[in-house]
């Protein structure tokens, strides 16, 4: 029996897409410069489904790349050519909210924002907010480790996963914790999640809710420069306060989010965003010491709202800043790199410096908190050679995170843009165990193959 | 900084001479051949303006929360055992948090990266010494709760936070384990932003808030007010015994609300506590009973203190558990898990 015979029997017909056309449409993720055409696509409706056609490619030893809204920017989600993707979309339920153990158990297609609108009711929310979390999935935020602007103190995706129900990539299932906070022996589930695909599929995933927050206030300060917005920064962490975002986004940054969503944010070099919440007393306690802080610290605007609708602007601002440099630039490369927070000023000059010298212009958007870089890299892919220099300066950031003792990704994963940075840029030894890690869950390298890790055969 | 290589190469020698050999930090006595991992001692780099720090494995912990301290920092997921000489790699490889971590999350939320020798001697690790990293598999993870069965844990880094102004806790008198349940379910999706919630069975609930002083007095009033039950306020020395527990069995065990009134029921006369609004016990009763009574309710534990184990309860990772050991330990040389 071929593949597609047996892929036949997993799901009806109109379920399994192997026309060209509908093929295509899976051909690529937000990392829109890689595309490769899967042998079929197969549309999973339930669990059972995607452990049949996990199964199936395991007997035919064809890749197949799991896939929700395909809005990964390292092209995490991209299919291997000739291989099957398995989309989860459809596996969008929230089974269950439990209010008393604060959780939820929800299937991997449930968009990120589905969660916390189905928690909302009760008092609770989900907290990790990529910028994406209008459309990408549960799923893929637990393959990449999925950050986002309040990861700051609420953390990233794997803080939030309390238990996983995985198909390995040999189709064998297994559970993974459960729904307890607390981990008894080795932590398996954390062990799974930024796996990027390569341990299998999770087909179900309890995750941990918090209490809406009682009172929330976000301070916009603009700059006359980005070193006094990061010296902002510095101070406020020195003050012992602890906000749940702080953000940085400079001029080309501004002026792209002005171009497109309009937030009306001061014209300035720089601005600053900065969050806190909890408690209302609390709030307004920190609120005074922040307001002091801002005030000293050379911002030539500031505006703080504890309004929904204002904050919701200022923050659309922010989120949409990836899509509006699109604005400025027919091409753009999003980076994604980690330094230490002292070591912002310094990143951001030596970025200031490779861009004048290779002549490309870069906008920059951080979590300054964590020191968390996403400089966006604009050019013409018209003009011959382009993307070639843009992908080098992408490339001489990530070396630079690694020499200022950083991370070449915080939020966005390896995927297929960062795997040779990772094989560059990792202690030869830690690189041959994740191999070993891979290889011992998945000896065909069938799940995901070619992300993170380059294939060993 | 780079490690001096001695003390390293002296576990991986004793690692390679042995064979099934447990790994001894701070508070257990000396086991019989066990790895003994104290010359692995020091704060390698902390950095206040950075929040993390980087250790090696057998610094005890009483060393890193009196540095933190002398910057207003601490390590919010509020491990045990401090006074009792606990070390920063026991902690992980026991994978213990504190009654703190209610608010804040566990020590799994706040390690950022490990080096640990595999069961070959290779020294390996991953994650790295900032706030961020999805580079990889998150080894850091791996190692929390491991045990001593994955890896000899040289070096790990953590996230800490700002030490907060002050603390107020609220002592509240519940009628028993049930109506304490069916409190912690309505403070589950309550504003107060609780830094621990402890439960001293039958019915005393302990509840920790923390943020500026000024805060605190109108906070612990609305706090009483929500509750509607016997409360007074209590000094921060009623959290010694959530930090210390001392008896000579001792296991934690991994739970949920919903399961904590029937365990409680089965547990008898056995001394035990509860912590973080119900996701965590401390039990201290004979080991193969305890097991048992966990595999009857689905929850899994880790005996801490006492003779068997060290898993207890329900054991959860299968296929997927004995291929990572697989890969980490291909000659067997780690005690099963």
């Known amino acids: ?457 | 900084m780079t490690l001096a290589a001695d003390p390293i190469d002296t576990v991986r020698e004793a690692l390679l001479d042995g064979g099934g050999v447990p790994v001894a930090g701070g508070t257990k006595p000396a086991l019989t051949g066990a790895l003994d991992v104290s010359g692995l001692r020091g704060i390698l780099e902390y950095d206040p303006a950075e929040l993390t720090l980087t250790a090696l494995a057998g610094t005890p912990l009483r060393e890193i929360v009196t540095a933190l301290a002398e910057h207003r920092q601490y390590l919010p997921f509020d491990p045990p055992f401090v006074d009792a000489g606990a070390t920063l790699g026991g902690t992980v490889a026991a994978g213990l948090s504190g009654s703190g971590s209610h608010r804040h999350g566990g020590l799994r939320d706040f390690i950022l990266g490990v080096r640990f020798l595999d069961g070959t001697g290779r020294l390996v690790g991953g994650g790295g010494k900032v706030v961020k990293n999805a580079a990889g598999f998150d080894l850091p993870k791996l190692m929390v709760g491991s045990l001593g069965r994955l890896g000899v844990l040289v070096q790990v880094s953590v996230k800490v936070f700002p030490l907060p102004e002050a603390w107020g806790t609220l002592r509240v008198q519940a009628s028993d384990v049930r109506d304490a349940v069916a409190l912690m379910g309505r403070l589950a999706t309550a504003p107060f932003e609780l830094e621990a919630l402890d439960l001293d069975p039958p019915g005393t609930l302990l509840l920790r808030l923390s943020g500026p002083r000024a805060t605190l007095e109108p906070r612990l009033r609305a706090l009483a007010r929500f509750i509607d039950r016997p409360a007074t306020v209590e000094d921060e020395a009623v959290w010694h015994g959530a930090r210390e527990l001392d008896s000579a069995s001792l296991a934690k065990v991994a739970l949920t609300p919903h399961a904590l009134a029937g365990l409680d029921d089965a547990l008898g006369a056995f001394p035990r506590r509860y912590a973080r609004g119900g996701h965590l016990a401390w039990v201290a009763a004979p080991p193969g009973e305890l097991d048992a009574l966990l595999r009857e309710r689905g929850l899994g534990g880790v005996l801490l203190r006492g003779s068997g184990g060290p898993l207890l309860g329900v054991r959860r990772g299968g296929a997927f558990a004995a291929r990572i050991r697989a890969a980490l330990d291909p000659d067997g040389r780690f005690p099963e898990i």
């Not at chain 1, 809005?71 to 991209?78: D, H, N, P, V």
């Not at chain 1, 510095?234 to 003050?239: D, E, G, L, Q, T």
């Not at chain 1, 912002?344 to 030596?350: I, R, T, Y």
């Not at chain 1, 870069?362 to 020191?371: I, T």
Request: aromatic letters at 4%; proline letters at 5%.
């Open chain 1, 1 to 457: 029996m071929t593949l597609l015979a047996d892929l036949a029997r997993c799901v009806p017909a109109e379920r399994l897409l192997t026309g060209t056309a509908q093929r295509a449409a899976f051909a690529s993720d937000a990392l829109t410069s890689f595309r490769a055409a899967p042998l079929a696509v197969v549309l999973a409706e339930s669990g059972e489904e995607v452990v049949e056609a996990v199964r199936a490619c395991h007997r035919h030893r064809v890749p197949f790349v799991p896939r929700g809204s395909g809005t990964s920017l390292s092209g995490g989600s991209l299919p291997v050519e000739g291989g099957v993707v398995i989309a989860l979309n459809r596996l969008n339920r929230v089974l269950a909210i439990d209010r008393e153990s604060r959780t939820a158990r929800v299937q991997p297609g449930t968009i990120n924002a589905a969660v916390s609108a189905a928690a909302a009711p009760h008092g609770l929310r989900y907290a990790p907010d990529p910028s994406s979390q209008s459309v990408c999935t549960i799923g893929g935020n637990v393959a990449f480790n999925s950050g986002g602007a309040h990861c700051l103190r609420q953390g990233m995706t794997s803080n939030h996963v309390l238990g996983l129900r995985v198909v390995l990539p040999d189709g064998e299932l297994v559970e993974l914790g459960g729904g307890s906070l607390e981990v008894a022996g080795p932590d398996w589930v954390g062990t799974f999640v930024g796996s990027e695909g390569l341990f299998g599929i999770a087909l179900e995933v309890t995750l941990r809710l918090l209490p809406q927050a009682e009172s929330v206030r976000t301070v916009l300060a603009a700059y006359p420069g980005l070193e006094a917005a990061g010296d902002a920064v510095s101070r406020i962490v020195a003050s012992g306060l602890l906000p749940v975002a702080m953000e940085i986004m400079d001029a080309l940054a501004i002026e792209a989010a002005e171009a497109s969503v309009k937030p009306g944010y001061p014209d300035a070099p720089a601005l600053l965003i900065v969050e806190i919440e909890g408690e209302r007393e609390v709030v307004e306690a920190d609120a005074k010491t922040l307001d002091a802080l801002i005030a000293d610290s050379g911002a030539s605007e500031v505006r703080a709202t504890a309004d929904g609708a204002e904050r919701a602007l200022i923050w659309k601002g922010r989120k949409s800043a990836f899509s509006a440099v699109g604005w400025l630039a027919p091409d753009y490369i999003v980076q994604d790199g980690v330094v230490p927070r002292t070591r912002l000023g310094a990143a951001l000059s030596e970025i200031e410096r490779l861009s004048a010298a290779c002549g490309l212009r870069v906008a920059n958007v951080f979590h300054a908190g964590d020191g968390n870089l996403h400089p966006l890299i604009l050019f013409d892919g018209a003009q011959p050679g382009a993307l070639r220099v843009a992908e080098e300066l992408a490339h001489e950031i990530l070396r630079m995170c690694v020499r200022f003792g950083g991370a070449i990704t915080g939020e966005h994963g390896v995927g297929m843009e960062k795997r040779e940075a990772l094989a560059e840029l990792t202690a030869p030894e830690d690189l041959a165990l994740m191999h070993r890690l891979r290889r011992a869950v998945d000896p065909l390298e069938l799940a995901n193959r070619g992300k993170m890790l380059e294939v060993a055969a």
